[in-house]
């Protein structure tokens, strides 16, 4: 069935280093992406999105890829702080499916002092 | 803090029940999304709301219902619960459809 994946369950880093998060998904027909952290005990904080017609999005520290060719998604933090471990997901939208987001199952982020 | 108030933050409840999740969009939002996640799960949509009119439904149980009121608030009915029904509960809101959703703390719902 349709469903947003994530490739990789648990992802550790070095306080510093650079962290990419991955993640695939399966409809062509997502108008845009979002990801999303979350900490302990807390909902889901947007952090950015990628509508589906660019590549690339930069926040900051965070930058968002798009490839659609074989439908995965990135994201990489620079510098990454302690305050980054969480869990993040990615989610798709689609605006024929009433808007609601579609989640994947989530990395969770470790980053080592 | 994203603005979207859910109460209560705890609830510890019997199986076969009925309970009430409320939520308060953000200031301007018009747009209300219910979501659970469990363990087994992840986040799942479960109902969307435009302003007062149900606008989406994803895989929401019958035994669950909910609505948005005049002044947008949004509550989501549980009813004749279950063990399995213990999860995370969390409201987002939105200015309107398509737009970013930002979401409350959620509510976390003990069946036992």
């Known amino acids: 069935g349709e469903s947003v994946g994530l490739h990789l369950p648990t992802l550790s880093v070095q306080e510093g280093d650079n962290s990419i998060i991955n993640c695939a998904y399966s409809?062509?027909?997502?108008?845009?992406f979002i990801w999303y952290k979350q900490e302990s005990g807390k909902g889901p904080q947007f952090i950015i999105d990628?509508?589906?017609?660019?590549d690339k999005r930069q926040g900051q520290r965070v930058t968002v890829l798009l490839n659609k060719t074989v439908k995965h998604l990135s994201l990489q933090i620079a510098a990454t702080q302690p305050g980054d471990s969480a869990v993040y997901f990615c989610?798709?939208?689609?605006?024929?499916?009433?808007?609601?987001?579609?989640f994947g199952g989530g990395t969770r982020l470790m980053v080592k002092p | 803090d994203s603005g979207v108030t859910q109460t209560p933050k705890h609830l510890i409840t019997a199986t076969g029940q009925r309970v009430t999740l409320r939520c308060s969009p953000r200031?301007?939002?018009?747009?209300v999304y219910w979501y659970q996640q469990s363990l087994d799960q992840g986040l799942q949509f479960l109902i969307q709301?435009?302003?007062?009119?149900?606008?989406a439904k994803g895989n929401i149980l019958e035994r669950f219902s909910a609505q948005q009121f005049p002044d947008l608030h949004s509550e989501l009915n549980l009813s004749s619960l279950e063990l399995g029904d213990s999860a995370l509960y969390f409201c987002?809101?939105?200015?309107?459809?398509?737009?970013?959703?930002?979401f409350g703390a959620g509510t976390r719902l003990s069946v036992l």
């Open positions: 990628i509508r589906s017609n660019m």
């Open positions: 989610a798709e939208n689609r605006e024929n499916a009433g808007n609601m987001l579609t």
């Open positions: 409809n062509s027909a997502s108008d845009y």
């Open positions: 987002a809101s939105s200015v309107a459809a398509g737009y970013i959703q930002y």
């Open positions: 709301y435009y302003n007062g009119e149900e606008r």
């Open positions: 200031s301007g939002d018009l747009s």
